[in-house]
């Protein structure tokens, strides 16, 4: 398929990645605080509209189709996702990425995930540890053959009505299109050679790299670019 070249760089502060203020909740365990009008790119060239969502606890790309929330079964195919507030979302190793920045191999990105241990906390009586809420609470989030567990206007009007969900969110750096590894220090050894970690050791000697910041991001990738084989 022919390839979209996004030009322009989304940077959540004008200095680094740093989370708004919308928070997911239980009722409501979405990256966007509502749907947003997208279009979606597929592998085979096609491309449709949809107004989507990512799903936090199982990574699923969740989309309106009247008054039901459907669920996106084979991601596989999706090339890219593209939606009206220029938030480009890839799908990699199994993951939505939000895409931050890139040079012609390497695309920075960020992940966002519901913090697993945050669902098993203690609802019980005087702080006492019960799986019972945990439970509901994992349940509320599953997808029933491709309808999401509630209708769309039902999830609105309960978003408020729960607690606020934990989540993890990591940056990450996605190499030929195929391997993934953290932006940090440890992860981009973990996918070099010896001769690699050397450069790479003597290039952080070098530069004093902030692995928040969008612009020290985009230094290591240009290093990269310039050590690593593509085939």
Known sequence: MK???FVALFIATTAGLVAGEYQPTEGWPYLYDQFTPAIVY????KAESADINVHLLN???????????????????????VCE????????????ILRVAATPHIVIGTTSEVDLNSLTESNGAYGNPTTTGATQ??????????????????????????????????IVLVINDREICQANKRGV????????????????????????ETADLLLVAQFLESILVFE
């Open 85 to 96: 507030n220029n938030d480009v979302l890839l799908y990699k190793g199994n993951l939505y």
């Open 59 to 81: 990574n699923s790309l969740h989309f309106v189709d009247g008054e039901l929330i459907k669920v996106v079964h084979d991601p596989h195919h999706i090339d890219s996702v």
């Open 189 to 212: 050894n973990s996918i070099l050679d010896k001769n690699q970690k050397n450069a790479f050791k003597a290039f952080l000697k070098e530069n004093k790299i902030k692995w928040k």
């Open 42 to 45: 597929y592998d085979n060239g």
């Open 137 to 170: 609470n994992i349940a509320s989030f599953r997808d029933h053959g491709n309808i999401a567990a509630q209708r769309y206007q039902e999830m609105i009007a309960d978003r408020h009505n729960t607690r606020t969900l934990s989540t993890t969110d990591r």
């Open 3 to 5: 390839k979209i070249i």
